[in-house]
């Protein structure tokens, strides 16, 4: 996987004539992404607004002069994954820019899914696929990430109004916190994003972004497989574990959520990872039984219903690979409790 290019120096431009505009400063080719605090509950009082918690990857859309890159969180290059979205953003009317969003698999019907987003990806049809956009950090030559998110999201609804069809603007709302997330979850989304109306925009984790969930989910590492006792060849079950004081531990087995091509594909990906050993400090032995085990390098989102006393997923449900993140900064989300009024 390519990284996107690096800033070059080049010599100076020459002074424009009288009369004539400077070309506006290129935005940067990569800035890292803020990223959401998981809380318990949304946070109370005012200064806050809420946006929908989308499920699917988060990308930052660099726009100059109508040339289009599309990096992750991560700053990998996926405008060859994405050239639909891409040849989206090339249509809009913008010099240049660097947005912040998320692109998710929207199905007729409004659904928005992690796995069909993934069978997109691998099938290549990209028709369904669309672009969030929630901010703004830079602007024809002009960096906004020390301004009030309201006012950055204030340019990026203006700059979007006549957006091609596929890029949105995500909308916010001031309401309680909680009354937004129960309407959320009622519509059967992943969650909310609560964000301080008045924050500048920070690069990593931070309590100015909170994220509230309506079910639980994990990023998780595969460490190990089954295959399935009387179809030998077929994947059974995947062994996941996190992050914890440099060890990986054990956070259960995944058997259920793949497809067919699931199935093949991932188990043909793991057999090229296998080493004797496995990866988890520790490994209860029914776990053990029938289990290959592989190098600890590729990441799955998994949905579940709750940890157990003993830090095992009940019902998890493989949703697919996250490409997009490094397996060695996988760690068990636990949620804090919402920042005082």
């Known amino acids: 996987m390519r990284k996107s290019p690096k800033t070059t120096r080049t010599a100076a431009a020459p002074a424009p004539a009288k009369g004539k505009k400077a070309p506006a400063r290129a935005p940067p080719d990569f800035v890292k992404p803020q990223l959401a605090t998981l ?19 988060r990308l930052l859309a660099r726009i100059d ?45 409004g659904a928005i899914s992690f796995h069909a987003l993934q069978d997109a990806l691998s099938t290549g049809r990209q028709q369904d696929l669309h672009y ?30 006549k957006a091609p069809a596929h890029i949105h603007f995500s909308e916010h709302v001031g309401a309680s916190g909680a009354e937004v ?10 969650g909310i994003v609560s964000k301080r109306a008045a924050g500048p925009y920070h690069a990593g984790r931070s309590d100015a972004w909170l994220k509230s969930k309506c079910i639980k989910e994990q990023e998780l590492v595969i460490g190990g497989f089954t295959e399935q006792p009387k179809h030998p060849g077929t994947l059974g079950a995947l062994l996941m574990g996190y992050h914890e004081n440099g060890a990986l531990v054990f956070a259960g087995k995944v058997g259920t959520g793949f497809s067919h091509r699931d199935r093949r594909a991932l188990l043909q990906q793991l057999k090229a990872l296998a ?50 993140k490094a397996a060695a900064e996988v760690v068990r989300e636990k949620p804090k409790a919402p920042p005082a009024r």
């Open 39 to 57: 809380v318990a509950e949304p946070p109370k009082g005012d200064g806050w607004v809420h946006e929908i918690k989308f499920d699917g990857y």
């Open 275 to 324: 080493q004797n050993a496995p990866p988890f400090r520790t490994l209860p032995v029914a776990a053990r039984r029938g289990a290959r085990f592989v190098k600890p390098t590729l990441v799955a989102h998994v949905n579940f219903t709750e940890w157990t006393t003993d830090g095992v997923m009940r019902h998890p449900s493989f949703q697919g690979l996250r490409a997009d």
């Open 181 to 190: 997330l129960r309407r959320a979850c009622e519509l059967a989304l992943e």
């Open 65 to 109: 002069r109508r040339n289009v890159t599309l990096v992750t969180r991560a700053n990998n290059d996926w405008t060859e994954k994405f050239k639909g979205v891409a040849a989206q953003f090339a249509k809009l009317d913008v010099g240049n820019a660097l947005i912040d969003g998320e692109v998710v698999h929207l199905a007729k019907g």
């Open 132 to 161: 969030y956009a929630f901010d703004l950090l830079f602007l024809d030559g002009a960096d906004l990430r020390e301004q009030p998110l309201l006012a950055r999201k204030t340019a990026l609804a203006r700059i979007l109004k």
